[in-house]
């Protein structure tokens, strides 16, 4: 499989639960970043991973937690959202680490998130 | 303050005709980079086009250009020859560095909703 792909594609949770979102990217980067899409707002960046470390959390909720465990996979586990919290989350990589560019971001086909 | 402007949240645009879209950025750096994404309603987004900052010509990809006016802090996009195909969301984003680890992030714009009619 190739390019950055996510599961699940689609996820109804209610409130008290507890899921988790997976990114796995094929491309052999060094970055990885989680994107929130609201409806009729600008694509927010929440974190992002460069070589596995946490190198920006952008003043996401801690209901929101993200994890690599490697150069390849990117989670965020999530726990008592809200409904404000519904959205397209999208995963990208990018080769990110170096300066040299322009090592564009690949995106995922995102998660639609729906909290009841 | 906003860093990426896109004044235009829909556009209309004919088969085979050519649409331009708008975009303002604001940065104080010297070395930036801009891009174009497309956001089809599958909500994937696809990475169009590349201009950096120091780059003397304008971008081209295919039916896709970037009309770079540094001094007017611009980067229009210009699809020619649209098709059905080509009717989605675009987003422009410009390249910041995060100083952490020496990667970069990008900022988004709040995207063009652009419909190619037949």
């Known amino acids: 499989e190739t390019g950055v792909t996510q599961t699940p594609r689609h996820l109804v949770m209610g409130m008290t639960n507890k899921k988790s979102l997976k990114c796995e990217q094929h491309l052999g980067h060094n970055a990885m970043y989680w994107y929130k899409q609201s409806a009729k707002k600008p694509l927010e960046l929440m974190f992002v991973?460069?070589?596995?470390?946490?190198?920006e959390n952008n003043s996401v909720p801690s209901r929101f937690s993200p994890e690599c465990p490697n150069s390849s996979h990117l989670f965020l586990h999530l726990h008592t959202l809200q409904p404000e919290d519904s959205a397209l989350y999208l995963c990208?990589?990018?080769?990110?680490?170096?300066?040299?560019?322009?090592?564009?971001?690949?995106f995922g086909p995102g998660t639609r998130l729906t909290v009841t | 303050a906003q860093k990426i402007t896109q004044t235009q949240p829909g556009m209309f645009v004919q088969e085979k005709e050519a649409v331009t879209l708008d975009c303002t950025y604001d940065t104080s750096d010297q070395s930036y980079g801009l891009f174009w994404y497309k956001q089809p309603s599958s909500g994937e987004m696809i990475f169009l086009i590349y201009?950096?900052?120091?780059?003397?010509q304008n971008a081209t990809e295919g039916r896709y250009s970037l009309n770079f006016q540094k001094a007017r802090k611009s980067a229009n996009l210009v699809i020619s020859a649209s098709q059905l195909g080509d009717s989605a969301m675009y987003f422009c984003a410009m390249r910041e560095e995060i100083t952490q680890g020496g990667s970069e992030k990008l900022v988004f714009g709040k995207g063009t909703k652009l419909t190619v009619n037949p």
């Open positions: 990208a990589s990018s080769q990110g680490v170096l300066r040299e560019g322009p090592y564009e971001q690949y």
């Open positions: 201009q950096g900052s120091y780059d003397e």
């Open positions: 991973y460069s070589l596995e470390e946490r190198v």
